[in-house]
């Protein structure tokens, strides 16, 4: 069982920039894909940003590409992601989630993932 905690939303003005961050526990936490997704009002949980385990790979959505970054502490049980240039359109819940799987397919797809946190709040204003 993998427990995820997201930590560091907020408010923030367009333009500016927060750093999100997800403790996750267990000891095969290194051998997990981690994502992030977010799900803004009235809308569909969207894809954000993916890390293989090994943090050699990542992927991001259109959207956020050149302006956040995931990145990832094995020793620290942490994925981090580094959102700069917000814009109000970034408003939602972020959550992170796990992969167990080890596999790096389809890592876009919400079902792909077994393990979810409780989200934190981003806001942006304009």
């Known amino acids: 069982q993998v427990q995820l905690v997201e930590s560091g939303g907020g408010l923030v003005q367009a333009g500016g920039s927060l750093r999100l961050s997800c403790a996750a526990s267990?000891?095969?936490?290194?051998?997990?894909?981690m994502g992030w997704f977010r799900r803004a009002p009235g809308k569909e949980h969207e894809f954000v940003a993916v890390?293989?385990?090994?943090?050699?790979?990542?992927y991001y959505a259109d959207s956020v590409k050149g302006r956040f970054t995931i990145s990832r502490d094995n020793a620290k049980n942490t994925v981090y992601l580094q959102m700069n240039s917000l814009k109000p359109e970034d408003t939602a819940v972020y959550y992170c989630?796990?992969?167990?799987?080890?596999?790096?397919?389809?890592?876009?797809?919400?079902?792909?993932?077994?393990?979810w946190g409780q989200g934190t709040q981003v806001t942006v204003s304009s």
């Open positions: 267990g000891r095969t936490f290194s051998s997990y894909t």
């Open positions: 989630a796990a992969d167990s799987s080890g596999l790096w397919v389809r890592v876009t797809a919400r079902a792909r993932y077994d393990y």
């Open positions: 890390i293989h385990w090994s943090a050699g790979s990542t």
